[in-house]
């Protein structure tokens, strides 16, 4: 946990709004997940969550190095700065195009998910063009879901994965795309499940179907993809979940339809953002404007959709944690000394009271919570997000209402060891007019 003076002393340094990763608590949810885990079990680290090269860079440390699971160029371009070896790269998504997978080819990747037989065989296309073999991991859109609750990506229609019941007809050609090698299967069923049983369920039928697949239809099952889903509060207090159970249920489960797969036959991986990412970072955010209108009080801070919670679009509600910081040192003295004497007021005992908290963005749907409970915080504040870690930085609306990017800064042992701020930047293309 990061002291009070030592956010204000940075907000003072790096400017408001700013992230703020911690990286010793990045390695701890990292540990936290391998250790969720079977001993022979990788896992890929799903730069979507944050792609941010020191972030990626940290996972890839021993004793416990992830592997890189990107969706798109510029993931690819950060796992490729991280120092993750291309070879060992997998890149997926539904939409890939033929440039895209050549560039992926011309930075050495060799392993793709592949999300139906046409992306296969666009990916065999540009592959043959290239004289390279890729491997594939088909990703599959299971029939049924077990579970019912998080965030559910398979089980319905879906630009996601190939629907299961299709393999009779398409196993043949999927198999024998040139320019293609199908070497597994890969799985993402749901997302960010606080409970075991759903996630224990999913897994068990993934691997089941996986282990069907390759008694079927002959498909290898060298590399099994089993997907995620583990869970991280998001924007609220609070830490992961645990499962205790998950790892000896995955075990279990893998002997029964894999019963070489300890001896490195089939090599087993889980993919995770959130969960290893979302609990190192906290967005700090100041408070520009305290406003009431019609007995509602608004809080207007500097930090809105542009800089966090772009994934509100997809109708997640985004309950904020808020907590009472010394007020930063700003020019404004009365403003400091406003924030101060509420934090003091607070610290007595002063009621809280509901506010809305809004970006600074010219339209309503600059919201970041509503009617959440804060103390009586004036301007100058400084209003904490925690576990912004994932989906912080990287989810914003950066170019809406063209406003500034945060700086982004990193923590180790205490210290900042690394500060950066993305810049858009427009260049002009007339030679391609
Ligand atoms: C294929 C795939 N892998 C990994 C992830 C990362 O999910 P999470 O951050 O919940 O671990 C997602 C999220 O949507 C995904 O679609």
Same mark, same amino acid.
Request: hydrophobic share 45%.
């Given at each position: /946990? ?40 990788g896992i890929y680290y799903s730069l979507k969550a944050n792609p941010h090269p020191v972030i990626a860079r940290t996972l890839r440390e021993v004793p416990a190095p992830c592997r890189a699971e990107v969706c798109s160029a510029g993931e690819l371009r950060s796992a490729l700065e991280a120092g993750y070896p291309a070879g060992e790269i997998l890149y ?19 392993? /793709? ?28 859109? *299971? ?21 299961? $019941? ?11 795309? !040139? ?5 597994? #299967? ?10 075991? $049983? ?11 179907? =996986? ?36 790892? /000896? $249920? ?50 207007? /801070? ?24 010394? #007020? ?21 005992? =002063? $009621?809280?009271? !509901? ?32 576990? *912004?870690? #994932? ?15 945060? #700086? ?26």
């Open positions: /946990m990061i002291a009070g003076a030592v956010r204000s002393g940075l907000v003072e340094r790096f400017g408001s709004p700013l992230y703020v990763y911690d990286l010793d608590a990045l390695r701890a949810s990292q540990a936290d997940l391998r250790a969720a885990l079977p001993e022979d079990f997926g998504g539904p939409g890939k195009t033929a440039v895209e997978i050549g560039g992926a080819l011309a930075a050495g990747v060799r392993r /793709m998910s592949v999300e139906s037989l046409s992306d296969l065989r666009r990916v065999g296309r540009v592959a043959t063009a290239w004289g390279v073999t890729v491997e594939c991991l088909l990703r599959i859109n *299971a029939q049924a879901a077990p579970s019912v609750t998080s965030i559910r990506m398979t089980g319905t229609p879906s630009q996601f994965g190939i629907d299961a $019941e299709t393999l009779p007809e398409i196993a043949e050609d999927l198999l024998s795309t !040139r320019g293609t090698r199908v070497v597994g #299967a890969h799985f993402y069923p749901l997302s960010n499940s606080r409970d075991e $049983e759903s996630l224990v369920a999913e897994f068990r039928q993934s691997i089941e179907l =996986a282990a069907s697949m390759q008694a079927t239809f002959g498909i290898p099952m060298r590399h099994l993809d089993l997907g995620g889903g583990f869970a991280a509060p998001y924007a609220a207090a609070g830490d992961h979940p645990v499962y205790p159970k998950l790892r /000896m $249920e995955l075990a279990r489960a893998m002997d029964v339809s894999f019963p070489g797969w300890r001896d490195g036959s089939v090599k087993a991986y889980c993919e995770s953002g959130r969960f290893l990412a979302g609990g190192c970072g906290e967005l700090l955010t100041s408070v520009t404007n305290v406003k009431q209108s019609r007995g509602s009080r608004f809080l207007i /801070m500097d930090a809105g959709i542009n800089t966090f919670g772009g994934m509100a679009g997809l109708g997640r509600m985004l309950p904020l944690s808020v907590d009472v910081d010394v #007020a930063r040192a700003s020019e404004a003295a009365g403003d400091v000394v406003r924030a101060s004497e509420a934090a003091g007021d607070l610290a007595r005992g =002063a $009621e809280p009271g !509901r506010a809305t908290l809004t970006g600074p963005l010219c339209t309503p749907g600059d919201l970041l919570g509503r009617n959440v409970l804060v103390p009586d915080l004036g301007e100058g504040a400084i209003v904490v997000i925690a576990n *912004a870690g #994932a989906y912080g930085a990287s989810s914003g609306l950066v170019n809406f209402l063209s406003r500034p990017a945060p #700086a982004e800064i990193f923590l180790d042992g205490g210290e900042v060891v690394a500060a950066t701020r993305q810049v858009n930047s427009r260049i002009d293309i007339k030679d391609d007019i």
